[in-house]
Nanobody, 124 residues
Framework: QVQLVESGGGLVQAGGSLTLSCAAS????????MAWFRQAPGKEREFVAA????????YDPDSVKGRFTISRDNAKNTLYLQMNSLKPEDTAVYYC?????????????????WGQGTQVTVSS
């Protein structure tokens, strides 16, 4: 049984940093494509970043490039999202997701496993 458990969300001032964690069980983060999505109030869930088996990374939207970094710790079987220079528009529930495949995709439908989400609130 696959479980993804996010942690690390919270309230932070604009310009601050947070690191989200996603502890995985029932799958191996180094063998499966892993991703972060987010959903802001009143908006659809959107792709943020993904990492594949070879550690290839992709980021969306353009607004997070250079500020967010996706990574993983194979020994801990954990996925991370380091978020720097946070802006109020980054406020959202952040979700960890995993594919059954090793290759990444931006499509939400491509991810079979999801965490419960962690709230990130950035105050101005």
């Amino acid at each position: 049984q696959v479980q993804l458990v996010e942690s690390g969300g919270g309230l932070v001032q604009a310009g601050g940093s947070l690191t989200l964690s996603c502890a995985a069980s029932g799958l191996t983060v180094s063998s499966n494509a892993m991703a972060w999505f987010r959903q802001a109030p009143g908006k659809e869930r959107e792709f943020v970043a993904a990492i594949d088996w070879s550690a290839l990374r992709i980021y969306d939207p353009d607004s997070v490039k250079g500020r967010f970094t996706i990574s993983r710790d194979n020994a801990k079987n954990t996925l991370y999202l380091q978020m720097n220079s946070l802006k109020p528009e980054d406020t959202a529930v952040y979700y960890c997701a995993a594919r059954s495949s090793a290759s990444i995709t931006r499509a939400e439908s491509g991810y079979a496993y999801w965490g419960q989400g962690t709230q990130v609130t950035v105050s101005s």
